[in-house]
């Protein structure tokens, strides 16, 4: 994405991005969350929980887990389910996950997010059905994720339908 910044001769100031306790001051696509991740480190390694019912953070149960991986600078989507939410845990690298809002019916509907997530920062991310999410490598290693969507995937019949990057459906652009 360019930055506005990027475009400008004259010094803008920067508009607040996150309160004091880190959190981000831009509004989210409705039923978009994200939960962060505690990594406990030691001399022998780390150790990071992905998923717990008890923190009722998404109210489906857990039925399916699944790992992605993607490339370095490579991007995967435009994606988008009808049925199902998804449930992104980043584990390595650095992704950026971007986010369109295609429901006529949702109170930010139009609306573009990018989250970023990496291994110093993890997280769960979930995507409702009917958002659109694009998902990059903006890293100099292999990203890795897992999904647990709260369906189970159909091998005979899918629950996903494609958009290419460049469409005139989502007003997103990804560097070339
Ligand atoms: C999702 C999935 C795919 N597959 C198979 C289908 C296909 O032959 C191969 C690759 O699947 P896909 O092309 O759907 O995978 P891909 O396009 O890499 O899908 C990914 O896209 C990004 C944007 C996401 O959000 C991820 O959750 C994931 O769905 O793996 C399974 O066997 N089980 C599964 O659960």
Known sequence: ???????????QKDPQSVTPAGERVAP??????????????????????????????HPDPLVYVYQVTIRPGQVKGWVVHRLQDDRLF???GTMKAVLFDDRESSPTYGLVNEVFLDQHN?????????????IQNVGSDDLLFFNMP??????????KYRLPLNNDRIPYRFPT
Do not use: K
Request: proline share 9%.
């Open 90 to 92: 980043l584990s390595q």
């Open 28 to 57: 989210l696509i409705d039923g978009v969350r994200v939960r962060r991740a505690v990594t406990h480190p030691d001399e022998r390694g780390t150790v990071c929980e992905v998923f717990n019912p008890e923190w009722s953070f």
């Open 1 to 11: 994405m360019v930055h506005a910044f990027e475009l400008m001769s004259t010094p």
């Open 122 to 134: 993890r997280g769960l991310l979930v995507i409702p059905a009917g958002v659109y999410h694009a």
């Open 150 to 159: 709260t369906r189970p995937y159909n091998h005979t019949d899918p629950d």
